[in-house]
């Protein structure tokens, strides 16, 4: 058995026991697991479909129709493990009457447990799409999608699952190290992401995709050591040293944490005819006009993960008016966990952001 289908039968296993658990808690009227699924829910379906889903509930207690949303991907669930039809049809109905389709395009609800075999074309008004096949999940067509997913991801979620159905006080010290960072992480991936995002219009979509720097409410920030004390002063920094504050420009969100772009704009890397690439020095590198590689231009890709962060102050700085970043230099006195190359996307030109290959990286001469 390989551990790609040791980690989707664990993730299998750890589904029926949550349904068992809600199930038996519901039949003694005891509810508040399914308040508690809301949360796990909502970070599970963020990683599962990388949506950008919060907690509605969060906000406003008891709102109405849906519990999570995704004003940016513009999808709503709404989790019950209520699986009768009325259930269902109240909910559509109920998302109509309050207007929600002008901020979601899709509904989709989520069952904690096991769904009906089939239910009736429900009446929609045609305000919004809701097709019972796509739109009514279990978790057996979570367990079908995750099984399609690439197993650090399949890894991922069995962890997020493994460590909320652990009973309180069974968590063994060095495993409860390893899950409290990992759902640490993700809490703090949750706050940044709704700090840092905006709504991103409709009509600003498709520039999202190729330059996603304009879902930030800012174009940079101020990433400091946890350790400076010197800001705003800039002192010189000694040789093979990094500052210990500076404004990075967001890019992106990646998987571990936030990629900056080098605020030194685009420098330029050559590639032979196997694929193999270095990056070319500023100054007079007569590599540039070597016939046998081709030039490209590129940029620097800053990776910061959660794992350094230790605090996102939104309360923006009096000298330059962004938000702040405090992170543990913790690799090579860098805050970066890796500096990755490539070329960022161009909208006008229609190109994606492209990531070199880190494994074809040769010293060229």
């Not at 599970?44 to 519990?67: R, S, W």
Request: proline fraction near 4%; charged fraction near 25%.
């Amino acid at each position: 058995m390989n551990k790609r289908e040791i980690e989707v039968k664990k993730i299998a296993s750890e589904l029926a026991r949550w349904e068992t658990q809600i199930s038996n808690l519901n039949s003694l009227s005891l509810y508040d697991a399914n308040i508690f699924s809301e949360h796990t829910i909502c970070v599970l379906l963020n990683t599962i479909y990388n949506y950008n889903l919060h907690n509605i509930n969060i906000v406003q207690k008891n709102y109405p129709a849906i519990d999570l949303g995704d004003q940016f991907n513009r999808v709503a669930f709404q989790i019950t493990s209520t699986k009768a039809t009325k259930k269902i049809q109240n909910t559509v109905e109920s998302f109509i009457a309050k207007g929600l389709a002008k901020d979601y395009d899709q509904l989709f609800v989520l069952i904690l447990g096991r769904k009906q075999k089939s239910y009736p074309v429900f009446d929609t008004k045609q305000q919004i799409e809701f097709d019972n096949g796509r739109h009514i999940i279990d978790f057996h067509d979570l367990l079908n999608h995750i099984s399609s997913l690439p197993t650090p991801k399949i890894e991922e979620i069995g962890k997020i699952l493994s460590y909320e159905n652990q009973p309180t006080g069974a968590k063994p010290a060095p495993k409860q190290s390893s899950a409290a960072k990992l759902k640490r992480n993700l809490t703090l991936r949750n706050k940044m992401q709704k700090e840092l995002l905006r709504t991103v219009h409709q009509s600003e979509w498709e520039h999202a995709i190729y330059e996603p720097w304009i879902k930030f409410r800012y174009g940079n920030i101020i990433v400091r050591n946890v350790e400076d004390r010197s800001f705003p002063e800039v002192r010189e920094t000694p040789a093979g040293q990094m500052s210990p504050w500076f404004k990075g420009e967001f890019w992106n969100f990646y998987e571990n944490g936030l990629e900056l772009i080098s605020l030194g704009g685009s420098g330029e890397a050559i590639f032979d005819k196997h694929g193999k690439w270095d990056v070319l020095h500023w100054d007079n590198d007569t590599r540039r006009n070597n016939p046998d590689y081709t030039v490209v231009r590129c940029n620097q890709f800053l990776r910061i993960p959660y794992d350094y962060i230790v605090s996102l102050d939104m309360q923006v700085d009096q000298y330059y008016g962004y938000p702040s970043l405090y992170v543990e230099y913790l690799k090579d006195n860098m805050p970066y966990e890796e500096i990755v190359y490539g070329q960022a996307g161009v909208y006008e030109q229609k190109q994606l952001t492209h990531y070199f290959d880190s494994n074809k990286r040769e010293k060229l001469k």
